[in-house]
């Protein structure tokens, strides 16, 4: 906690200091035509900051419901359908194609629908953040034997296989020229593991990133007719 509570300040002075400086910069500016690029540099440390303030919110929620050990009934597609959504409406400015496949009907699993929700809304996010402007992505769920896959596919530029383990850690960050926080996948891996589950980088058929979320048999429930 102590280290986790250092880093996060170092990643929040940061963004600061740099926001700050772009209103040093723009204000201190005698010419009036560099104000829109001063302005869009501005808007773009807020939004890293606001990204930066939002991921380090859902870890603190995630860890505090991991620890209290809720489990209640999901109903995984029923999330997935409403996740999908809603990032099809905060996205419709952007060249972003998104897609649904689920072949079968699923059982009811048990475990935390909100921490689950948040780890998914991650996986999203980054494919669209890290994706081309032409972006693919599509959630995928698929139930076999030993559980169910929740697949998020997009059209990016992927992980390279060397680099998906250290993707995983907290505040990692890779040369890929975008400032990312380094969270949203070290919030997957955690709520996967509250779940018992499995988190898996793997490459997707659309040419960019897989990422895989497995939950065991163990969690789910007969659907009720």
């Known amino acids: ?26 204000s201190q500016s005698q010419n009036l035509a560099d104000l829109p690029e001063h302005l869009g540099k501005i808007r773009k440390e807020h939004e890293r900051l606001t990204r930066l303030t939002n991921q380090l919110l859902t870890h603190a929620m995630v860890v505090h419901r991991s620890d209290t050990v809720v489990n209640e009934q999901m109903d995984i597609e029923g999330i997935m359908k409403q996740l999908l959504t809603e990032c099809v409406r905060d996205n419709a400015h952007r060249q972003v194609e998104f897609s649904y496949q689920c072949e079968q009907t699923l059982p ?33 769920l698929r139930a076999d034997i030993s559980g169910i896959d929740i697949m998020i596919d997009d059209a990016g530029p992927g992980i390279p296989f060397e680099l998906r383990e250290k993707a995983l850690e907290r505040f990692q960050r890779l040369d890929n020229g975008l400032s990312g926080s380094g969270l949203g996948l070290s919030i997957v891996a955690s709520v996967t593991e509250a779940h018992g589950g499995d988190f898996f980088l793997e490459d997707s058929p659309f040419g960019g990133l897989r990422a895989r979320v497995h939950l065991p048999k163990e969690g789910t429930v007969c659907r009720s007719e």
């Open 1 to 26: 906690m102590k280290r986790f509570i250092a880093d996060a300040s170092h990643q929040i002075r940061t963004a600061q200091s740099a926001t700050q400086a772009q209103l040093d910069i723009a």
């Open 108 to 140: 009811l699993f048990m475990g935390d629908s909100i921490s689950l929700r948040e780890a998914v809304r991650n996986l999203l996010d980054n494919a669209v953040y890290y994706g081309p402007e032409q972006n693919l992505i599509e959630i995928h």
